[in-house]
C-alpha cells in the first residue's frame, strides 16, 4: 500500500493528540467496597506485588477495578508487609500473582485500555517494560486473547486485537482492538466536525484495521510480524488520544460492518477527493468530503454508499 503522506488530517490532529485527554471521565471506584483486602494474596485474588519477582507489599482484589486513582485515602493501596505498604498502587507495581481462576488483564490506562498484559490462572510473573510501574487498571476475563501472530477476528467477527507496530519505539504491540479504533479516530478525523462525519469515519478506521488483521504478511526487520503501523502507513494511533466525541462514534457503528461481495472492505481514505483522484475510484473516502456532506444533512451511511461502491452495511 502507498504512504499515504496526502492525508493531511493525520499530521494535524497528530500534532494535537498528544495534547488530549483520553475519552470520557470515568467513574472511579470506591475502594471502601473492598473491605476484605487484607495485603496478602489468597485463593480466588489478582494480586500486586511492589517489587518485581513477587516480593515486596501486596495488594489483593478478587473483581477488575477501573481506576486506582492516586492520592490517600481515595486509592486501592499495597497493605501487606514489606517495601512499599501503604503506597498507591498505581503506577507502582512491578509484578503479580494470579490466584484467580480467570485470566486476568493488566492495562496501562485507566479504563481497561492502552497496552496491557494477560495473566492466566495461576500464573505469577513481573510486568513487562512497558507496564512496570505504569499500571492503571486490571480487568478479569472470561478468556485468553491470541498469541504470536494470530488473530481470533473473522469477516463476520471482530478481532479481539490487533499487532499495532510502534515504528519509533521499534516494537509490536498487541492492543484491544477497539481501544485501537478509539485511539486511531481523533488523529485522523476532527473531532470537531458533525457526528455523522466522525461516525463514518470510524467505520472506514475500523474497517481499515479489520481488513488488515485478517490479511497482513508484515514483519519487522527484527521479524516480528504486525498487522498495521503506527502512523500514516496505515493509520495514525496514539495511545491516550482517545476522546468522548469520538468514542462515542465508534461506539454507536461498533456493531456495523462493511463488506464487499462478503468480505471486510478495505476502506481507505484521504484528506480531499483531489488528493484521492490518483487512487481507485470508488474505494478511498476523501475525510474533508464526509464532514462537508454531513453539514448538509447526509447520514453516515449515505457518506460512505457515496465514496465506496458495491459495498454492504450490515451488522
Given at each position: 500500500?502507498?504512504?499515504?503522506?496526502?492525508?493531511?488530517?493525520?499530521?494535524?490532529?497528530?500534532?494535537?493528540?498528544?495534547?488530549a485527554?483520553?475519552?470520557?471521565?470515568?467513574?472511579?471506584?470506591?475502594?471502601?467496597s473492598?473491605?476484605?483486602?487484607?495485603?496478602?494474596?489468597?485463593t480466588g485474588?489478582?494480586c500486586?506485588?511492589?517489587?518485581?519477582?513477587?516480593?515486596?507489599?501486596?495488594?489483593?482484589?478478587?473483581?477488575?477495578?477501573?481506576?486506582?486513582?492516586?492520592t490517600q485515602?481515595s486509592?486501592?493501596?499495597?497493605?501487606?508487609?514489606?517495601?512499599?505498604?501503604g503506597?498507591?498502587?498505581?503506577?507502582?507495581?512491578?509484578?503479580?500473582?494470579?490466584?484467580?481462576?480467570k485470566?486476568?488483564?493488566?492495562?496501562?490506562?485507566?479504563?481497561y485500555?492502552?497496552?496491557?498484559q494477560?495473566?492466566?490462572?495461576?500464573?505469577?510473573?513481573?510486568?513487562?517494560a512497558?507496564?512496570?510501574?505504569?499500571?492503571a487498571?486490571?480487568?478479569?476475563?472470561?478468556?485468553?486473547t491470541?498469541?504470536?501472530?494470530?488473530?481470533?477476528?473473522?469477516?463476520?467477527?471482530?478481532?479481539?486485537t490487533?499487532?499495532?507496530?510502534?515504528?519509533s519505539?521499534?516494537?509490536?504491540?498487541?492492543?484491544?482492538f477497539?481501544?485501537?479504533v478509539?485511539?486511531?479516530?481523533?488523529?485522523?478525523?476532527?473531532?470537531?466536525w458533525?457526528?455523522?462525519s466522525?461516525?463514518?469515519?470510524?467505520m472506514?478506521?475500523?474497517?481499515?484495521?479489520?481488513?488488515?488483521?485478517?490479511?497482513?504478511?508484515?514483519?519487522?526487520?527484527?521479524?516480528?510480524?504486525?498487522?498495521?503501523?503506527?502512523?500514516?502507513?496505515?493509520q495514525v494511533y496514539?495511545?491516550g488520544?482517545?476522546?468522548?466525541?469520538?468514542?462515542a462514534a465508534?461506539?454507536?457503528?461498533?456493531?456495523?460492518?462493511?463488506?464487499?461481495s462478503?468480505k471486510?472492505f478495505?476502506a481507505?481514505?484521504?484528506?480531499t477527493?483531489?488528493?484521492?483522484g490518483?487512487?481507485?475510484?470508488?474505494?478511498?473516502?476523501?475525510q474533508?468530503?464526509?464532514?462537508?456532506?454531513?453539514?448538509?444533512?447526509?447520514?453516515?451511511s449515505?457518506?460512505l454508499?457515496?465514496?465506496?461502491?458495491g459495498?454492504v452495511?450490515?451488522?
Open positions: 500500500m502507498p504512504l499515504r503522506t496526502v492525508r493531511l488530517i493525520s499530521r494535524l490532529a497528530a500534532a494535537t493528540a498528544a495534547m485527554l483520553g475519552g470520557a471521565v470515568l467513574a472511579t471506584a470506591a475502594p471502601a473492598a473491605a476484605s483486602r487484607d495485603g496478602v494474596c489468597d485474588e489478582f500486586y506485588y511492589f517489587n518485581s519477582d513477587n516480593q515486596g507489599s501486596i495488594s489483593d482484589f478478587t473483581t477488575s477495578v477501573d481506576d486506582y486513582a492516586t485515602p486509592c486501592y493501596d499495597f497493605k501487606g508487609a514489606g517495601a512499599g505498604k503506597t498507591c498502587i498505581k503506577n507502582s507495581a512491578a509484578s503479580v500473582w494470579n490466584r484467580s481462576t485470566t486476568v488483564r493488566v492495562y496501562f490506562n485507566s479504563g485500555s492502552g497496552t496491557y494477560d495473566f492466566a490462572a495461576g500464573a505469577k510473573g513481573n510486568l513487562n512497558t507496564l512496570k510501574n505504569q499500571n487498571s486490571h480487568q478479569f476475563v472470561s478468556s485468553t491470541p498469541t504470536g501472530c494470530k488473530t481470533d477476528g473473522t469477516d463476520t467477527k471482530l478481532p479481539t490487533i499487532l499495532v507496530y510502534r515504528k519505539l521499534d516494537r509490536v504491540e498487541r492492543v484491544e477497539k481501544t485501537y478509539k485511539n486511531v479516530l481523533p488523529n485522523e478525523w476532527v473531532s470537531s458533525p457526528s455523522e466522525l461516525k463514518a469515519g470510524a472506514a478506521v475500523k474497517n481499515f484495521g479489520w481488513y488488515w488483521a485478517l490479511h497482513s504478511n508484515r514483519k519487522t526487520a527484527s521479524g516480528q510480524c504486525f498487522d498495521v503501523y503506527d502512523h500514516t502507513s496505515s496514539v495511545p488520544s482517545a476522546k468522548a466525541v469520538t468514542n465508534v461506539d454507536a457503528t461498533w456493531g456495523t460492518r462493511l463488506t464487499r462478503g471486510i478495505r481507505q481514505y484521504c484528506a477527493t483531489t488528493a484521492c490518483n487512487w481507485v475510484d470508488g474505494d478511498w473516502m476523501s474533508y468530503g464526509s464532514r462537508d456532506k454531513a453539514r448538509a444533512g447526509w447520514s453516515y449515505r457518506i454508499q457515496h465514496y465506496y461502491t459495498i452495511i450490515g451488522s
